[in-house]
């Protein structure tokens, strides 16, 4: 049969197509969410997230060290304290959980992983908003975004290299910027959610900080129907001084991934939710699916997409398999 041209010449062997791939995974491009709590003595397994726990100081310690063992990128760490109240006081307490994390996993790691910290108040307060209410019950902006400014440098303060505002506030990214900067903080890198939507793929991670959120997001975080207003929100934040731009969730929003790296010259990164974390987790349990697979199929679809790095609830294990020589 004459066949003017047979593209499964290059699918014939596994270095032949090793050769041609276009697109791969590294764990250098990998970050670790990590779980830290107040008060525990031993880590507590988040039942949503299989795999997953809320972390003890000495454990977070641990498993950042294995982090950068595994060659990963970063750690993104987030606190969950004892008590919660309406303005999230515990993330501006000196001792605060999240500024003790940060501090126990610089000492642990230096400068061999990226210390990262979550930049919002959801882990916070008692109602599970993002930021303070305003008298009407509505999240007040520019209150919110004088505390983030201060957790940013209190992060760096104790030696994060990159803080992640993830509140989706107005005017974020530059007010960070600005208080970083006042504080001797220049070479701390902002890496922004900037796309983030108003997603039901956040669900395991409210357990994940035991988040008592009634109500939703979606005065604040994005539309899942808008694309156009991603470029607006990712415009701004490099206009304020945004180092890195984010997408978030991930497997819904590839689109809006390309459409971001086809458009700014910057790193971008991509948040690999819980929801999808559980979706496979689910379905492995199950035996309806096959489990490393599917995680090597969904990285490399992000990175296809255009993520130069990405938050992964599997980044470990894929490390892991990557030494294993699978
Ligand atoms: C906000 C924040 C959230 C996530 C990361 N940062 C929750 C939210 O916005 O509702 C979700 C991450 C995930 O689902 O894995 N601090």
């Known amino acids: ?15 032949m197509r090793a050769m041609v791939a276009e697109t791969s995974v590294e764990p250098r491009r990998l970050i670790h969410p990590a779980f830290v709590a107040e008060g525990l003595t031993e880590p507590r397994p988040i039942s949503s997230l299989p795999g997953q726990s809320q972390q003890t100081l000495d454990g977070i310690r641990r498993d950042a060290e294995e982090c950068a063992e595994l060659g990963l990128a970063g750690i993104m760490l987030f606190g969950v304290p004892l008590a919660k109240d309406a303005t999230g006081s515990g993330a501006l307490a000196e001792d605060g959980i999240l500024n003790q994390a940060t501090a126990a996993v610089k000492d642990a790691v230096g400068d061999d992983l990226l210390v990262m910290t979550d930049v919002c108040l959801d882990e916070f307060t008692d109602h599970g908003h993002c930021g303070v209410l305003a008298a009407d019950g509505s ?7 004088e505390i983030y400014a201060r957790m940013a440098v209190m992060h760096a303060d104790r030696g994060a290299h990159v803080v ?8 974020q990214v530059g007010a960070i910027r600005a208080a970083l900067d006042d504080a ?6 902002i890496m922004a959610y900037s796309a983030k939507y108003a997603s039901a793929f956040f669900g395991p991670f409210r357990e994940a ?12 975080q994005q539309d899942p129907a808008n694309a156009r207003e991603a470029m607006v929100e990712v415009e701004l934040d490099l206009a304020e001084g945004a180092d890195i731009v984010m997408v978030k969730p991930a497997l819904p929003y590839l689109d809006i ?14 948040y690999n939710v819980s929801g999808e974390y559980a979706m496979v987790e689910a379905a492995a349990e199950k035996g309806w699916i096959d489990r490393e697979r599917t995680v090597r199929e969904i990285l490399t679809s992000i990175r296809r997409a255009g993520a130069d790095t990405i938050l992964s609830y599997w980044a470990r294990d894929f490390a892991r398999w990557e030494r294993a020589g699978h």
Request: positive net charge; without cysteine; hydrophobic residues 35%.
């Open 1 to 15: 049969m004459a066949v003017p041209y047979r593209p499964r010449r290059l699918r014939t062997t596994p270095v």
């Open 139 to 145: 999240v007040d902006n520019d209150p919110t975004v």
């Open 164 to 171: 992640a505002p993830s509140g989706m506030m107005d005017g």
């Open 184 to 189: 001797g903080h220049q070479d701390v890198a």
């Open 209 to 220: 900080v035991g988040s008592s959120l009634k109500g939703d997001r979606k005065t604040y």
């Open 257 to 270: 991934l390309r459409q971001v790296r086809d458009a700014v010259n910057v790193p971008v990164a991509a």
